[in-house]
């Protein structure tokens, strides 16, 4: 049985080699496994989150790979960026716990040359978590919502002209924040 990580790659390939919408895939894939409650959570939360911060993982990703991100196959792009995700936006999974996850989901889904890659590329990310220069959210407000919080930069225009680059920023910060558990009665 493939795990969490690997179907998350698998949706994410879906999403961009055919254009897949990502409710649909992960559904599809979620239906044919048999997962925890636990394990249904890390799947959601991996796949929405590395689509809604590709750009900032990429930005991360492009910083420290000798190919540009562009240039990859798309399965490599999505194992990196599923690690990357994790790396950079999930404190409750261990840095190297999830480049030895990824570098397995390499093993699995393509062969010993992309291990390898993924393996160097997101060690390299670890290294250099505290040199990647991101944009500025006071002096490059646009850039900062087009790249950190990923969204489009015609968005991130939007809201600057209609809001103000700070309230821009502010709301761009706030609608990726994950939303907090609730109850039903």
């Known amino acids: 049985m493939p795990n969490v990580r690997h179907l998350a790659v698998r949706v994410l390939n879906q999403v961009e080699t ?7 895939a992960a559904s599809e894939s979620l239906s044919r496994q048999q997962l925890s409650d636990q394990d249904k959570r890390l799947f959601t939360q991996l796949t929405h989150g590395a689509l809604r911060r590709k750009l900032a993982l990429d930005h991360a990703l492009n910083r420290v790979s000798k190919k540009p991100m562009h240039d990859l ?62 944009p500025n ?15 489009p930069r015609w968005l991130a225009d939007r809201w600057c002209e209609q809001l103000g680059p700070e309230n821009a920023v502010q709301l761009a910060l706030a609608l990726n924040e994950s939303p907090k558990p609730s109850a039903r009665h």
């Open 18 to 24: 055919h254009g897949t919408f990502v409710d649909d």
């Open 73 to 134: 196959p798309a399965l490599t792009r999505d194992i990196l960026r599923i690690g990357a995700y994790q790396i950079l936006f999930l404190d409750s999974i261990p840095q190297r716990a999830a480049v030895n996850e990824m570098v397995n989901v390499a093993h699995q889904m393509s062969h010993r040359g992309t291990a390898n890659y993924v393996n160097a590329v997101l060690r390299s990310l670890i290294r250099q978590l505290d040199t990647i220069p991101w």
């Open 137 to 151: 959210a006071e002096r490059e407000p646009l850039e900062y919502i087009h790249t950190v919080a990923s969204y």
